[in-house]
């Protein structure tokens, strides 16, 4: 039923994700007092990791004397759920074109609407010191008042860029575990484990097709000079088609309202703006050179969008 597809953006979402938490470091000091000499620094490292698979290699090894063992402070995070978003749903049938250097000079790319989904995520750091857990407390939250935000290319073939935004989810959880040594034979081990629940808005977009759409290429305007007399009042608002409302001041234009008499087929053109792109067979990729001609006229013609030529009035 559907063609095959895949744009790797849950892959992306969850890679942006953990760039945010990546530099948090955390400094080791004769005293945390915060003004004794700093002994050591720390950047945490990070990896897209279950909790409960630090725990059980922790507590297998409590002093940490397996080669492969956690070491600590970390960070491990994981998504645990996605939901479908309709507060920020779009209608599905628009659809977008973009174009393309790989393919032929008119084609182009079409894609719809995506859909928008909130990605659950839970950040875990783990460490064995109270005073690591303080100041990775507080180098997270104040980030997040309660969002903070990236941009990301999801699909740069198509130049699409993505606000990404990223919002703590209630308080922290703080555990704290201390076994003492001899207990059960163990040697004992003290585990503080942070946890930080966010969500995260996130678009996915479905298969792109190549299409050859029908591209404008030539845009003529003409300008007509109305008689006064014939015109109603100046209006006092415009009311556009996204139904909002602007105040007009100082106007010097004029409205035609449904009852007027007027017919614009009686009136001359005074003035055409033509556009066309240079070449005229150039293809829709930007940048695009546009040549824009201005022409003043005196005679009492106007354009015919049948024939594509001006005729006489009344001819």
Known sequence: MFAPFYHELLRKYHVAFGSVFK?????????PDGES??????VVPIE???RDAWLTRLRTDPDLANRKSVVLPRFGYEMTGLRYDAARKLNSLNQRLSPTRDLSPNTMRRYFTGTPYILTFNLYALVDAIEDA???????????TPDYSLMLRLLPSLGILDRMRIVLDGSPQWTDNYEAAGLEGSSGYREIILTFSFNVSATFYGPVAAVDPKIIRHIMVDLYEIPNDAITEDPAYIITDALERFKLENSTGRLLNE????????FARQ??????PNPLNAAPIKPVNVTTTITN?????????FSGTDVEIGG
């Open 37 to 42: 000499e700093e002994l050591q620094r720390i």
């Open 297 to 305: 006229y005196t005679d009492i013609k106007q354009a015919d969008p």
């Open 259 to 266: 009852s007027s008499q007027i017919d614009l087929r009686d």
């Open 271 to 276: 003035v055409r703006i033509d556009i066309k």
């Open 48 to 50: 897209y990791s279950a």
């Open 23 to 31: 530099n948090i470091t955390i400094l080791r000091r004769e005293t």
């Open 134 to 144: 303080n100041q990775i407390v507080e180098q997270i939250v104040p980030i997040f």
